[in-house]
């Protein structure tokens, strides 16, 4: 959906299947995200092994 219908390339985005979520770089959410019918976060996490997650901002 979002590299067919919004032309967000593959490389910018990752599917993470531990967390059930897609992870999409933060400029191309910000862009894109009150167009979408999913609701959208910037998360911000601790670059460690479990990745705790510090903070989420709702984008729409």
């Not at 219908?5 to 995200?33: H, Q």
Request: net charge negative; hydrophobic share 40%.
């Amino acid at each position: 959906l979002l590299a067919e219908d919004y032309d967000v390339p593959e490389e910018l985005m990752f599917i993470d299947t531990e967390r059930n979520r897609l992870d999409v770089a933060p400029w191309v959410l910000e862009e894109i995200a009150d167009e979408l019918p999913y609701k959208c976060y910037e998360v911000e996490e601790y670059p460690t092994a479990d990745r705790l997650e510090v903070e989420r901002a709702p984008l729409n």
